[in-house]
């Protein structure tokens, strides 16, 4: 039988413990109460994790020897084995990340002139069914925990460490359905967003969901600053359930209700993300449906060019047509961008770099 060296048993051993990262500060002071801790130093163990970044208990220099073992006992500090590391001539840094079981994760930093952002992943794989989407090839493996979310925002900013610069916002739209990961999704939120972690703030972070419903209800009542955004691509149901069938569980005209009810209960305007596909979705009456769709709701539309995406049937709609398109609903009184593309000479599109470096984990 294979015996295993000292390291590679401590390594082993690091795989179960629990990412310290998953904390609210709040659960670490319950944990540190029940370990005969002082809470207080729950604060002290988040200036080390979000201000000073360390990668290590035994750097906790403030925390007494005893602390530090318990912490070091129990929990692990995440961290992400970069795997590829694809530079875009426009700054897009997209990044492919091994977990400690093997599995692969993208996330993207994304430079704007109003800051740097980060999109995270939330799962690695997705069962949604996006038919646009390399995510989904492979269906959904595993839910990220929230510590591996968060890890993600604090590798990147630890890259932006060396030139003194910060991550800004946080998107949640990489691989993955966000609310199908819920629970997890949310304590990341309120990690990042907290003033002693990574202070981003939440009119800063927007998370994107392909529409579960009972979800966007439990949402709107967490109520929360955050901007919220749906995937909608289509502009009818027919050709939502052709594109996205998560449409038939979950229907367009209840789709619309639980969007009413969020903008409602929140205050907040919603942003729908509309792919725009060659042939498919992108006439002037596609816009036309969509503006009456969409009448009298507190919205923006984000227009996205899609790229040619190898693993499925789609081409990119020509310009002309996007401007006519955007054209169409700014005549109708919506408030409409087409998206800048990011990153269109690397594998910017959500999934293509792991579908294509790990084949193995999405056929
Ligand atoms: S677009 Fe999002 S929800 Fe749809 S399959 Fe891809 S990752 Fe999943």
């Known amino acids: 039988m294979e015996q295993l060296n000292t390291t590679e048993m401590q390594t082993a051993a690091d795989k179960k413990k629990r990412s310290i990262y998953s904390l609210e500060l709040h659960e670490i002071k319950d944990w540190l109460s029940k370990n005969g801790e002082k809470p207080f130093r729950a604060e002290q163990i988040y200036d080390w994790l979000y201000k000073k970044r360390t990668t290590a208990f035994e750097d906790m220099s403030n925390l007494s020897k005893g602390l530090r073992d318990k912490l070091t006992e129990q929990f692990q500090i995440t961290t992400l084995k970069t795997v590829i590391q694809q530079t875009s001539s426009d700054g897009t840094i ?97 990690i990042i967003n907290h003033d002693k972690g990574l202070m981003i703030g939440a009119r800063h972070i927007t998370v994107s969901t392909s529409g579960i419903i009972p979800k966007i209800y439990q949402f709107a009542d967490e109520n929360m600053q955050i901007n919220f955004a749906i995937s909608l691509h289509a502009s009818n149901t027919e050709l939502r359930s052709r594109l996205m069938p998560i449409n038939k569980a979950y229907k367009l005209d209840d789709l619309m209700k639980a969007v009413k009810y969020y903008i409602d209960k929140t205050g907040r305007r919603i942003s729908f993300e509309y792919g725009l596909f060659g042939g498919v979705n992108d006439t002037v009456p596609h816009a036309e449906e969509l503006a009456t769709l969409l009448k009298g709701i507190k919205c923006h539309v984000n227009l996205i060019p899609v790229n040619y995406v190898p693993e499925r049937d789609y081409v ?48």
């Open 94 to 190: 997209k990044f492919l990340f091994e977990l400690h079981d093997g599995y692969s994760i993208e996330t993207v930093l994304m430079r704007h002139d109003y800051g740097n952002s980060v999109c995270v992943t939330t799962q690695v794989g997705c069962r949604i069914g996006c038919t646009f989407c390399a995510s989904t090839l492979g269906g959904l493996k595993r839910h990220l925990e929230a510590g591996e979310i968060v890890a993600q925002v604090v590798t990147v900013q630890q890259a932006l460490d060396q030139t003194d610069e910060r991550v800004s916002s946080v998107v949640i739209m990489g691989i993955g359905e966000p609310f199908d990961n819920y629970d997890n999704m949310l304590s990341f939120l309120k």
């Open 316 to 363: 990119r709609t020509p310009r002309d047509k996007i401007f006519a398109f955007e054209k169409t609903l700014k005549n109708h009184g919506i408030n409409v961008t087409i998206r800048r593309e990011h990153g269109h000479d690397i594998d910017a599109a959500c999934g293509q770099l792991r579908a294509k470096e790990r084949k193995e984990e999405t056929r």
